[in-house]
């Protein structure tokens, strides 16, 4: 089989999930057999473009001439099986659909955010959960509140770009939706139920889980639709100590919310950054992993790694964490609670006392739903499923 995987890479300077989940799935597809041509750009191109090309930005993300006469060249060249498509924005654009196509190659979507609606994707705006655009032919909130970038000009970009690609994320053959949260999103958009697929990502398989260790560790982005302030809230709710040791590990916006944090309180410990050997021994120095999200946070990359590092994990009940928690199953690997201070305060006792007893649980939803072996045969079936409709739909034009 082969496969084009297309991606708009963000920037190096904003560390990216999206653009680790893309490179962990060309790899694991490789090693799976699959011939895999990646057809990448990266938002770090923009400073070195020319001037002319430059000039051109502001229409990309609607319509990318060269992306389109690159990847029509590649198409023709090696005419594969799918197109899989990531983050189109701002230098493929979403017109790369109607390209692959015009050159009968049928399309699967990976939807990542909310961004055939919400003009930031977040689906969050001025500090809380917003979806104002929603049912709109055109964002205007998007624009009144400067949405895209805190820029009116470049959000009425962004919203006439989704208003004239309506028809061509309907047109998409086989979306995969990350958790079942973004399954509903899609199907509130109009895509119908047999086009979409969910299918979360993978992480690579760290082994068999350490001993759990002391406490709770939040790792992420310190911005405010993680949720920081809410933890803290909670968190000064119990004596000093009562609840073991606070971690906090990230960058970001509220970092001195943090640092002010474990200057007043013996329990709080603020670790800045880490790469990935510093993430892996806080992860095994932990008992419990947070995921306080305040936004619908569709899928926080922390809590596959918790359960595969066999770490339980306290959400609060948005977007994709009650589904990577299991919070439905029989044996769910953690807890969730609403957004609330209150019901997080109430929360983290009970999670310290329960840890042990639902590590194993952690463990087992790792090994079942988000192994790399397990989530490259969905993939793989997801491409197979998708070129048969394709070809029967051809036949049946014919």
């Known amino acids: 089989m082969k496969i084009v995987v297309a991606h708009n890479r963000y920037r190096e300077a904003q560390p990216s999930g999206e653009n680790t989940i893309v490179d962990a799935e060309i790899a694991q597809l490789t090693a799976a057999g699959v011939e895999v041509l990646p057809f990448l750009r990266s938002s770090d191109e923009i400073a070195s473009m020319s001037r002319s090309a430059k000039a051109l930005l502001p229409i990309s993300p609607?319509?990318?001439?060269?992306a389109q006469r690159e990847l029509g060249r590649l198409l023709d060249e090696h005419r594969p099986d799918v197109l899989h498509l990531h983050n189109p924005y701002p230098l493929l654009s979403p017109w790369v659909v109607r390209t692959a196509h015009h050159h009968g190659v049928p399309v699967v979507q990976t939807v990542h955010n909310y961004r055939q609606v919400c003009s930031s994707g977040l689906y969050f705006r001025d500090g809380a959960i917003c979806q104002d655009c929603r049912g709109r032919v055109l964002g205007v909130p998007a624009i009144v509140h400067r949405c895209y970038r805190g820029s009116r000009a470049q959000s009425a970009l962004m919203a006439t770009t989704l208003a004239v690609h309506r028809g061509t994320w309907r047109s998409v053959d086989r979306f995969i939706a990350l958790t079942t949260s973004i399954a509903e999103h899609l199907r509130?958009?109009?895509?119908p139920e047999q086009r979409i697929v969910v299918k979360p990502n993978a992480i690579p398989d760290p082994g068999a889980p350490a001993p759990l260790g002391a406490g709770f560790l939040f790792l992420g982005r310190l911005s405010p639709e993680k949720g920081l302030d809410l933890l803290l809230e909670a968190w000064r709710r119990h004596p000093d100590g009562a609840l073991g040791p606070l971690r906090v590990a990230g960058d970001g916006e509220l970092r001195p919310l943090v640092e002010a944090a474990?200057?007043?309180?013996?329990?709080?410990?603020?670790?800045?950054?880490?790469?990935?050997?510093?993430v892996h021994d806080t992860l095994v120095a932990s008992a419990v992993v947070l995921a306080t999200s305040t936004w619908h946070d569709v899928l926080p990359t922390v809590i596959i790694e918790a359960l595969a590092a066999g770490r339980p994990v306290l959400g609060t009940a948005l977007g994709?964490?009650?589904?990577l928690v299991g919070a439905d199953t029989a044996e769910p690997a953690g807890w969730v609670v609403p957004p609330d201070p209150t019901a997080l305060a109430a929360a983290l006792p009970a999670a310290a006392a329960e840890a042990v007893s639902r590590a194993p649980a952690a463990r087992a939803r790792y090994e079942r739903t988000f192994h790399p072996d397990v989530v490259t045969r969905q993939l793989l079936d997801i491409y197979a499923e998708t070129v048969r409709t394709a070809e029967l739909g051809r036949r049946s034009v014919q």
């Open 62 to 66: 609607i319509y990318a001439p060269r």
């Open 320 to 323: 994709g964490i009650p589904f």
């Open 188 to 191: 509130d958009y109009g895509i």
């Open 262 to 278: 474990a200057a007043q309180r013996a329990d709080v410990t603020f670790l800045g950054p880490l790469d990935r050997d510093g």
